[in-house]
């Protein structure tokens, strides 16, 4: 069974910094790799889907990258703000339409 | 506009009751779920339906049970509500194929007092 986790569990950095999310599936068979946000008492919001023949996906400051093969996935933000605050989920695309999620990273930017 | 939307927002009920979540999605997907996400955030699917036909069901009790009359609509019944069922519930759905990702709802946040 797929297992996704997000390492850290919480980051906390100043404004203006750029910064790195991971994670991690155990089984490299996925067919797509799902980034969302999720706001305290909000829904989830997708950021950025990436399909298992692509490497990476841009939008706006965000970036995602993946590797199959290593069986990871990094959420690049550029340029942080306090609105950048949230929790954020990776989900790995699996058979039989199933998505696996993570454990969530919880960012706080610091004004 | 709003692409998946579930009623209520927010459930308050008694142990032993039986209550209904709605979801509805205009997006024209193929396939809708339900997860569950726990006090420690994690998400967990439930259910999901494709073409009125189940195709997932993750060890839920059959306390829970999905209705779809329509593959723009799944509701989640729960019967004889237990204090662990207490949870935020979301409703998703995506193509048949996920090849877009999911789209979410907003959730529910159930209590059972």
């Known amino acids: 069974k797929q297992e996704v986790t997000q390492i850290p569990a919480a980051l906390s950095v100043p404004e203006g910094e750029n910064l790195v999310l991971n994670c991690s599936f155990t089984?490299?068979?996925?067919?797509?790799l799902q980034w969302f946000r999720q706001d305290p008492g909000k829904g989830l919001t997708s950021l950025l889907l990436?399909?298992?023949?692509?490497r990476e996906q841009t939008s706006g400051r965000l970036n995602a990258s993946l590797d199959k093969s290593s069986g990871r996935s990094t959420l690049y933000i550029a340029a942080s703000q306090p609105g950048d605050s949230a929790t954020y989920l990776c989900a790995a695309g699996g058979t039989g339409n199933q998505f696996y999620f993570g454990t969530g990273t919880s960012l706080t930017v610091i004004p | 506009d709003t692409a998946v939307s579930q009623t209520p927002k927010y459930l308050v009920t008694q142990m032993g009751n039986d209550k209904s979540i709605k979801c509805e999605q205009n997006l024209g997907h193929d396939t809708m779920y339900w997860y569950k996400q726990d006090s420690k955030k994690f998400l967990k699917i439930m259910f999901s339906y494709n073409n009125k036909e189940l195709i997932i069901n993750e060890t839920v009790p059959n306390r829970f049970s999905p209705k779809s009359p329509d593959k723009a609509h799944l509701n989640l019944h729960i019967n004889s509500l237990e204090l662990g069922d207490s949870a935020v519930y979301f409703c998703a759905s995506s193509q048949a194929d996920s090849s877009s990702g999911y789209t979410f709802g907003s959730g529910t946040r159930l209590t059972v007092v």
């Open positions: 990436i399909q298992s023949s692509q």
């Open positions: 089984d490299s068979a996925i067919y797509n």
